[in-house]
């Protein structure tokens, strides 16, 4: 005879054994534990052996319920599949779904990459996941997610008025994805067809000095300086190497190669590879600096802690010492502005070996790219031209205008 719902709550354990297995039909029955427990179980026969399938623990699992898991069992068998089999690959398939879920394969990015990120940085990047993207894509599958899951999450940080937000949000929700196509966790990155969704965010260009003459005055200026060492070497790098602020002050001994007057890092925007080749002064800058900074990891270490680059304030800070205005006047990143407007109106560089130098996306007929090594060999000619550019304007020298 069929269980009932009463029978079943009213069975208790028999220290003699009779009556702690109690059949339902089909094959499955409650088997009564002596610690009081009662577990559905289910008999079948699959390519010739006994075989037993739990199908839940009583109350959790209702009769109905352990009715319904039979019925699904036997289905299987009369398909030729072996059900036992089949619980434990979905089993498998779970395990992997929570290890491969958006929030687990952003964690692991983001881990892999903290070695190399400021703090400050990486609880920036974790903050925008945790408020903007986990919360709708953290537990799905990441193979599972397609553009328009993305683009949800990005209108819905755009129409709160978060527009760099949002565009800064989908470069990382994309690296989180190039990160799982590495380790074999997904096979695209839905993220990069949205490149364009979200209208450009309005930008506010950096105060800089682009006037030859006004240059010259600054980098005078500079001898005045009278902090530390080594924000003084910063400061005179920053314009001779117009790399990105964060870039410079976040530079390390073993990345640059004085013999070779190479410096080459991962571009913090991107992770993508970036060389720098280093002009005789620039050489003659970092030597002097060495012998105080050359035994610890950072070019420019902290004023309170050697352990930790300068801080992201230093440069402006240097400028504003010096009498400049950071707002309206000239920035640590406005010197890319003002190498770029020179070297191309002044000195006559060509755009595209600018543009890699500041290590933009040219276009070309493989579309936009970028490689470390493009354009290398007028990279170091420029950055040379350019040095012994900044070393005339700083004696006064007068400034002619070639002619077109």
Aim: with cysteine; net charge positive; proline share 5%.
């Amino acid at each position: 005879m069929p269980l009932t719902d009463t029978q079943i709550r009213n069975a208790r354990f028999n220290p003699d054994g009779t009556g702690n297995r109690l059949s339902d039909g089909g094959r499955m029955y409650l088997q009564i534990a002596q610690s009081g427990a009662k577990y559905w179980r289910m008999n079948y026969r699959f390519n010739g052996k006994d075989k037993t399938l739990a199908l839940g623990v009583y109350p959790a699992v209702s009769l109905a319920a352990a009715r319904k898991k039979r019925d699904e069992a036997q289905e299987k068998l009369a398909a030729g599949i072996d059900p036992g089999e089949a619980k434990k690959a979905d089993k498998r398939a779970a395990r992997l779904a929570a290890i491969n879920t958006f929030e687990a394969v952003a964690l692991a990015w983001m881990d892999e990459r903290r070695p190399y990120v400021e703090p400050a940085q990486y609880d920036k990047t974790l903050a925008r996941f945790k408020n903007d993207a986990f919360p709708w894509l953290g537990r799905r599958p990441v193979a599972e997610i397609e553009a328009p899951d993305i683009l949800d999450v990005l209108k819905r940080v755009d129409s709160r008025g978060a527009r760099f937000t949002a565009h800064r949000l989908r470069g990382e929700i994309s690296r989180v994805f190039r990160y799982g196509i590495k380790e074999g966790l997904c096979k695209a990155d839905p993220a990069r067809d949205l490149l364009g969704a979200i209208p450009p965010a309005q930008t506010t260009h950096f105060a800089s000095i682009t006037e030859p003459a006004k240059v010259g005055e600054m980098l005078r200026a500079f001898d005045g300086f009278g902090g530390t060492f080594p924000v003084l070497c910063a400061l005179k790098l920053a314009p001779m190497l117009f790399v990105r602020p964060g870039e410079l002050r976040k530079a390390e001994w073993e990345h640059i190669d004085l013999d070779k007057a190479e410096w080459r890092y991962l571009v913090s925007k991107t992770d993508t590879p970036h060389l720098v080749p280093l002009s005789a002064q620039a050489v003659a800058i970092l030597r002097e600096l060495h012998a105080l900074t050359g035994s610890g990891r950072y070019v420019f270490p902290g004023a309170r802690d050697r352990n930790r680059p300068m801080s992201e304030a230093a440069i402006n800070a240097a400028l504003r010492r010096l009498g400049y205005d950071t707002k309206t006047e000239i920035t640590g990143h406005g010197f890319r502005a003002m190498a770029r407007t020179i070297l191309h109106e002044e000195l006559e560089q060509k755009p595209e070996v600018i543009e890699h130098q500041l290590a933009h996306a040219v276009p070309d007929n493989l579309g936009g790219a970028y490689n470390r090594t493009r354009f290398i060999k007028d990279r170091r000619a420029m950055m040379q031209v350019w040095a012994d550019y900044l070393d005339r304007l700083k004696a006064g020298a007068t400034v002619l205008q070639l002619a077109g």
